[in-house]
């Protein structure tokens, strides 16, 4: 429909007196409209102007377009009419309302919270969307994967049915009472499979495990490790044969790391038991008993020995040999106790000095495929990186702070810790977030993006990474706490009113500085989007915060305030 309307509008540029206007006429329903539009029925239709014309013509090119019609490639004999639009039971937002205006301003614009936001609202209330906002829902559904399940619940049955007629909306799974639709399994294209399958993963595992199993060999590699990564929706050890049975034989080396992934996150599966294995057999200096108490009492026999170098001579060159025995004794003993002076006892790991062919079926190459890594050290990092992080606590008997001091001084530093990083973003532990935040900078990954403060911040557990963000909120960290550090969390989450109250504080200080900040822009509606409901009345305009004028945050001062009002306006329709 653009192209047509494109058309048009290049020839009301030109002028119809200069040139003709040429309806873009065809055997489709609207093309017959255009039709009868181009061709007058009668002698007083036919004085019509050709302005007027024109404009019908776009009108109707726009109401068809509005309508989600799209023009067919068959011959009209050839066309078969859609079924009808089922009826719709739900109470619908009423279509000549100012919240109705609003929700299509919302849609037209890119602030995903605040869109999910006013879904929520339709939602909870049981309504559903009017026709006139159907294609710009429709269309949010289409590049906003998130938002899908919330828009399948709003949209109501001539959405869906919408939906099923446009191949770009149909992608949905679940019928407008959130039941799946089989046919989205069946017929679905690749993304209403997925919405399927992680709907019924969600619902019930195993049937959708065994719906996997069927479908698998009709699957490419792509699509089964796509559909393989949704087995981490409601992962338990009913799904171990199976991942272990894809681990040995799939052909795709995607899919066999995939299984892998998986495996690694149930700790009782025979793949960690393995990997387990292998890992102990490399940490016995680790898990040696201390030095038995009675090696302990090195003071006392120094004490001893310097009293017989007393009693056995008296000249001063009998003092100074017996003093140098004493250093050195004092040298030996203290690097028998200290392990950060014995190069053996401080090594916490010792991997393997030669390659095990049996350790190729669970993914440990004989050659390493990480740069940074030799082969040695690959399979340290192959091993540690296989096992949930609650096994080291739980065969070592050591918290995650003494295990990563242990390593401090190893010439494997690198592999283990890695593998440590890599194993908390595959399956996040607040614990060891918590050990790794304490140790400052950046923990460095292999296979997957470092791990940087703010990162490890979204790790803790909700109440104690609130409180630390409140705690560790600088003027200067205030824009990557606000787009880093509140990325991953949920699609419900609203700030704490301390989090907001202090955010505001440190806002003020970097607003009262003389120099332009036009980094704050970027992250003024997000704020908007994040403020508790009962914190929009006193922030609903700039001013609140604003110490002066600041022409450089303007814009985005402005685009704030819109954004709070609007939240304030829906907030009260629906209250």
Known sequence: MTSALQLLGVQALLGTSRRTPELPVSDEPCGQMLGELAVPASAEADKESDELRLLRGAGVLFVCGQAGYLPSALNVEDVMLPPPCPHEDRPMLPERDAVTELYRTIFSEKNVRLQRESLRYLDARGTVLPPSLLVAALNLGRVNRSLRPLLARVIGERGLWLASLNPDWNLFAVSTTGEL?????????????????????????????????????????????????????????????????????????DVRHTAADLLARLPDSRYVARMGERLLACMKHALEPEADPMQRNHGGELRHTAGLFGRLSGNRSAARAGEGLLARMKHAFKSEADPQLRSDAREFFAPPESYDASWAADLIGEKSTIKAFGPRAFWLYRMAVSVPLSWWTKHTGRTPEELIALTEHSEWKNAIRCA?????????????????????????????????????????????????????????????????????????????????????????????????????????????????????????????????ERPDLEEALAAFSVIVLRRRALCAYFS
């Not at 338990?236 to 894809?246: F, R, W």
């Not at 994040?530 to 604003?546: G, Q, R, V």
């Open 181 to 253: 639709n089989p046919e989205a399994w069946e017929h679905g294209r690749p993304a209403q499979r997925q919405a399927y399958f992680l709907g019924a993963r969600e619902e019930n595992p195993g049937q959708a495990r065994e719906l996997f199993l069927q479908d698998m060999k009709s699957m490419d590699a792509a699509e089964r490790n796509t559909m393989l990564s949704l087995f981490s929706t409601g992962l338990s050890m009913e799904d171990e044969d199976v991942l272990e049975d894809l681990l040995r034989t799939d052909r795709s080396r």
């Open 420 to 548: 440590w990083g890599d194993a908390l973003i595959r399956d996040p532990d607040p614990d060891w977030a918590r050990a790794m935040l304490a140790c400052g900078g950046i923990w460095e990954c292999a296979v997957r993006r470092d791990l940087d403060q703010m990162d490890l911040l979204c790790l803790l557990l909700p109440e104690e990474r609130e409180k630390e963000r409140v705690r560790r909120l600088t003027p200067e960290n205030l824009v990557p706490m606000l787009t880093k550090a509140l990325a991953p969390e949920g699609e419900d989450y609203v700030m704490s009113r301390e989090f907001a109250q202090r955010i505001f504080d440190v806002l003020r200080i970097r607003l009262s500085r003389k120099n332009r900040d036009y980094e704050l822009g970027g992250i003024l509606t997000e704020l908007a989007q994040l403020l508790p409901a009962d914190m929009l009345d006193e922030n609903a305009h700039p001013l609140s915060f604003k110490e002066r």
